[in-house]
Every structure is written in C-alpha cells, then in structure tokens.
C-alpha cells in the first residue's frame, strides 16, 4: 500500500446497551476533533435502523501516515480508547483504498 493512497476506515462497532448513551455522547467531540486533523478527509458515523447499538464509522485519511498519526493523538487515546473501546462488545476495523484496476 503506498503512502500517498487515501485509506478509508470502516469500523464496525457493537456497544455494550449499558453503554450506547455514553457513546453516542462521545461521537461527535470524536469526530469534530478528528476532522480537524490535517490528513482527515472525512468522518461519518451511521447507526443501524435494525439494532441500534450496532454503528458504522466511516473515515477517509490522505495516506497511511494520516491513519497512523490519528491513532496516536490524544484525542483518539483519551476518548476512542480509553472511554469508548471499554463499552463495546464487539468490534471490527477494516482499511480499504481505491481499486484501480489500471
């Protein structure tokens, strides 16, 4: 994967039910403060209309450096990892880029 390739992030998170008003609570500092990133290109975050304790992040990086210098700001570590991670039951990370078949 080449370090100029935009990465997108696909997170898959199933919340704890004691947890999801906590979490939900913490989403948007989450992501007002990652978007303010310089290599973050985008930031969604979507709920499941079947089982709400079931979200989707969706985030666009620049590059892989990008990636990584978002997992070790404090924001990530103090919020993402330190208050959020604790209430999940499950979660998947998948990075995905472009497919150019050229």
Do not use: K
């Amino acid at each position: 994967m080449s370090a100029s390739t935009e990465i997108v992030v696909n997170a898959r998170w199933q919340v704890n039910p004691a947890g999801l008003g906590e979490v939900l609570s913490l989403l948007p500092e989450v992501r007002a403060q990652t978007l303010a990133e310089p290599g973050c290109l985008g930031y969604e975050v979507f709920r499941s209309i079947d089982e709400p304790g079931h979200l989707l992040l969706v985030e666009r990086y620049r590059d892989a450096a990008a990636v990584a210098a978002h997992r070790v700001t404090p924001h990530y570590q103090q919020l993402v990892v330190g208050r959020i991670l604790p209430l999940l039951q499950g979660r998947q990370v998948v990075l995905l880029r472009d497919h150019d078949p050229a």
